[in-house]
């Protein structure tokens, strides 16, 4: 990745060259993607309605990956692998899902951001009407007292999905003299008003312990998002991260947040 060196930076280098500026060709200064446009001004007294407008528009487009800026396709999200491990083996619960896909977060709503630019501490809130996780699951253990054992296919979709991204950040002057985000750390909480779940081939496909098994998870689908929720909102804690990470390497943070 090449950082684009101006004719005045390049007069520069001549007379100041050390291995600092050397260094320039590996560092990239890319400005936000087209579709974000120009980052909302630090000092706008609405910078919060600024992120939240910008931020809205974007959702549907970044969803679809966009390699200049290392973002993957993000819905459906391929999650390789995705573990829920409660309690010891004897008297826990373990469930797998491998490739998992995280369908749905193209319909993700940015509802409010929250942002102190002096203190370096942001905090964003989204809503998502649905979103489901598709994949292959196996499970061994104990459900809420019952037995449970299989492996197939798994649906289990989440309704009602509010969830809020917290973080602190730092800037870190880079060799090319410019500040870069650097998330120092990060938070999501997650919550849901609602969990269907279909696991196919419980039991080695026994039809009635199946149905019976779904039948129970279903009716006690809030307990259960208390222990899968913290899976589920480090799965989107992941994305936010990874997203805000890639930008953050890419795009100085003078472009992010200009001054006006
Ligand atoms: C997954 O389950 C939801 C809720 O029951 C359903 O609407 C959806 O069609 C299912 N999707 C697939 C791919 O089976
Ligand atoms: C999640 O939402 C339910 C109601 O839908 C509420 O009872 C519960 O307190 C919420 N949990 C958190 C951690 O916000």
Redesign the pocket.
Known sequence: MLCKITTLSLFLAYFFYDSKLAKCSKIPALSLPTYIGKGCLRDDPSLNECVVRKGSAVISRIVQGDPKYRIPKLDPLIIPEMTIQQGTKQVGLTMRCKNCEL?GLKNTKFVKANVDEKKKHVIWNFELD?C?F?GLYSVEGQVLILPIKGDG?A???VTGVTFSYEYDYKLEKKANNRDYTVITKSDLRFNATGM?L?LENLFNGDKLLGDNMNLFLNENWKDLLKEFGPTIGNALGTVMKNTLGSVSELVPYDFIFPTS
Do not use: D, G
């Open positions: 369908h649905r489901m598709l296919n649906n289990i979709t269907v279909k």
